[in-house]
Each structure stands twice: as C-alpha cells, then as structure tokens.
C-alpha cells in the first residue's frame, strides 16, 4: 500500500471523537475507534478581510493567481505542501505554487495543520464537525478519518479550540476548492512545537492515513520582523533547512531560533508524516516578502515559501526540453554560466568586469541571448539583446550585468543575494514574423507581440513554466507589450516568433 499512498498534510486545528468500529492501535492491536462530536459548521472568520467575500471576487483572484503561478517540475508523487497563510494580496501568489502542482488530482481526504495564532492548549486540537465553510461553499468534514486518527495518540483531542477564528487553516482551503474542486477534510490546529508533540501528532497523522489517498499540507509563514534585508537570509536558512527534510534537526533550530516560521510546528508534522508515508525529497518552489510585493522596504515584513514533499517515481520522469539545440558544447555552455556568474558577482559588488579568455568560434558568432536570474524559484532580473548585435560571450556579460542591476522591475541585486541566485541562458535564433498561430509551438518557440510604440517579448521557457497553452501565451504577451490579452487578433498587430538554447547551472556538466 505505501507505494500508493498520497498525504497532503495542511497545518490547522482541532478534532474530537466518539465510538465508532475499530481501528489498530500502534502495537498492531485492535481498539475501539471512536466517533468524535458534531461540532457543526466552521463559519468562515476572515473572509472580506484576508481574502474576498464575495465568491465571484475570490473566484477571479483565484484565477489570476492559479494563472501566474509557475508549476517547476517535480519527479515523483506529492505527498505533502507547504504553503503560506496571510492576506492574499500579499502571499497568494506564492500559495498558488503549491496548489498548482494538484490542479485536478482526487484524493480520499486532505489534512490541513495550522499553527495556533489566539488559543493556547496543549497538543493539537482536530474539528470533528460537518464541515468548514468558505465563500465558495462548504467543505466536508472526514469525520472516520478523524475518528482513526484521534484513536491513535492522546496528544491530539476534538474540539474547537484554536477553530474558532483561526485564520492560517482557513486561508488555504480556497485555494484547495480551487485546485481539487470537491473533497473532504481533516482540519488540524497545533498550539504547541517542541520535537516531542510534533514527532507524535506526525506519526499518528502517517499511521491514520497509510492505505488512503491523501494530501498533506502544512500551514506558515516565515520571517516577521522589520529587516526586509534579515528577511530574505532568515527565510533562505529556513527554505534550505526544509528542503534538508530532516524532521528533527529542523525543529531544533526552530526551537534555537535559527529558523523562523510561525507554523514551523505543522511543517514538523508534516515532514514526520510525510516521510513515513514514503516521501524522500522536498522542494523549494518560490519565494517572496511582502517587502517585495508592495516594494516598500522599511517598516514591519514578513516573508512567504512554497514547498513540497514528494516521492520519487523510478528516479524522476525525463523532463522534456526546452527550445532548441544550437550547436553549444558543453564547454562553451560551462564559460557562458561562468561569465554570467563572475560578471554578476563582480558588478554587484561595484568591481570591474571580470576579464576571461574566450577562443570557441561559437561564443564569438553574433548572437542574441537572454540572461534570467532566479531566486528560490522567483524571477529575480531577465534582460536581453533580441538581435544578433555582438559576439554571444560579450553580450552573455553585458546582459547578466543589467538583469541583475538595472531590471527596472526589480531593485538592484545586493552582496547578501549573490549565494542564493539561480543563472539562465537563453542564446536566442533571429526572430521571423508569423501570419499563422498554429505555427507558434509551446515549448520551442519564444512570442514577441508588436503594435505600434508597444511591444512585448516572454521566452520559450516561460509558457512551460506556468503551464500555458499556446492562446495563453499569446495573451500574456500582448500583457507584456501593455495591450489587451485579445491584441494578437487585431489588424495591425504583428507576431513574431523566434527559439533558443535554454541552459541553467544545473544543465552544465563539470
């Protein structure tokens, strides 16, 4: 049964119990299981404030996030998200990079952990009744799963505690109504964090769940304070500490205050269960603040992750490539990654170019190319030279220097981010104008969207990344050149298409 089994864990509170059949102990035992109390239904506490009332409104914010959400590929099965908690105009992008990776799945039950921001108990409390409700309807409470999982350990018990206006369970269910449309849930709230609560809530979490289909999911957010600098170098140990998925030696440093997340207890838990339900590998897929989202530095931040828990299916499925192959070695590859690096590096740092020999006729040949800059899974810097206009070495430089300095959608890349960026290029083919969309092959080609003083350009790249198909892509070109999604229809406009050789660090063999 392991090898099927799936676990979405989602931090939240509360369940309770009464007899009802048998279940088996952890000694292998049978015990009677019990049946816990209607609690009735979970209003919702937040909504028209952490997120619209209104379920038109939450549906179209749903949909704008969903749609610019990236989806990076995972090989293997999820078993288990991390996804944050706060209003969604300032963490629901990166909620969507979570969720987006289960668009469509079925499972028997999703259990959600939150932390406890209002009530203190001990244990964790589980909400054993009909249901939790959202704008978007109200969503079934499992209440055998429940029942099992209350029979296994003491240390969690029904009621509604830390229910009752708990926001961190409640934010993530719009978007699991979102994702998987109907399904039933196990809403769990943790008040407490220590190694030992958060061991044994995640085993009996696992042991509840082995044999069913189920989705884990554990609720936080990450650094609050008011250093948008602390920010990022707090949340990037954190990310790093979780994508370890090392249960205990994370909860250590959450206890020693290396790490910071309000519902690093959930994450605990679900990295248990996830685990013992036969996850190996974790996943950072974004990363933000609300510093970066409302491009105010000062005052009070808090930061945002994504992640997820996974297990492997025969050593990841072969991801298909991107674009084309130009002729690039793997030599002339490992240069071009250096030179974007170094470059960087020294830029940043206020140093001249860095001087490096170059010999290969390919890097000397006149090419266009791309330099984009990632960081924890977000777009960091991307600027480029569209035209052949200089030997392909010397615009690689030049173009790494911009995206990482004067990308004017992004504040200049300081000394503290150097560790944490992700390289990309993309060496480009000379674009050609299109009549016929059906030409347009997501995955290979690149779009530039022309219409008088206006124009836009996204990379072959990007439609893979976010799951677009090809009208999508075309519509957030158009957006990209500042015209409406529809532009690429009008008389006048002009498509352009073009390909390239798309690399990153990890692609290049040292």
Known sequence: MRGRT????????????LVFGYARS??????????????????????????????????????????NAKKPPVEGEIVGLVSPHAGYVYSGLIAAHSYKQVVGKQ??????????????????????????????????????????????????HAGWEGHRTEWSLEAQLPFLQYALGSFRLVPIVLAEWDWETCRRVGEAVARACRGKSVLLVASTDLYHGYSYDECHARDAQTLRAIEEFDAEKFNRGLNREEYQACGGGPVTVVMVAAK??????????????????????????????????????????????????????????????????????ARVKGQPFPKIEVSSPRLLEARGAFVTINKHGMLRGCIGYVLPIKPLWETVMEMAEAAA???????????????????????LTVPKEIQDIREIEVGKHGI???????????????????????????????????????????????????????????????
């Open 405 to 427: 300095l004067r990308d004017p959608r992004f504040p200049p890349v300081s000394p503290d981010e150097l560790p944490d960026l992700e390289i990309e290029i993309s060496v």
């Open 26 to 67: 952890e000694l292998g035992k049978e015990v009677k299981r019990q049946m816990p109390p209607d609690l009735g239904v979970r209003k919702p506490a937040v909504a028209g404030t952490w997120y619209p009332e209104d379920p038109s409104d939450l549906r179209k914010m749903l949909d704008t996030f969903f749609e």
């Open 107 to 156: 499972y028997d039950a999703v259990v959600v952990i939150a932390p406890s921001h209002r009530d203190h108990f001990r244990g964790a409390s589980v909400f054993t009744g009909t249901a939790y409700e959202t704008p978007l309807g109200r969503i079934p409470v499992d209440r055998e799963l429940a029942a099992d999982l209350l029979s296994q350990d003491g240390i969690l």
């Open 6 to 17: 799936v676990v979405a864990i989602i931090a939240a509170a509360g369940v309770g119990g």
């Open 276 to 345: 013992q339900l036969g996850a190996e590998k974790a996943k950072v897929l974004a990363h933000t603040t609300s510093g970066d989202v409302t491009g105010q530095r000062s005052g009070y931040v808090v930061g945002y992750g994504s992640v997820v828990f996974y297990r492997p299916e025969g050593g990841g499925r072969e991801q298909k490539k991107v674009g084309i192959e130009l002729g690039l070695t793997n030599e002339d590859k490992r240069t071009l990654i250096e030179l974007a690096r170094k470059t960087i590096e």
């Open 448 to 510: 530039i969207i022309e219409r008088g003083f206006n124009s836009g350009l996204l990379l072959p790249q990007v439609a893979t990344e976010y799951g677009w198909d090809r009208i999508t892509f075309l519509e957030h070109t158009c957006r990209k050149a500042g015209l409406p999604p529809n532009a690429w229809k009008e008389k006048g406009t002009v498509i352009k298409i073009f390909s390239a050789e798309v690399f990153g660090e990890h692609d290049v063999e040292h």
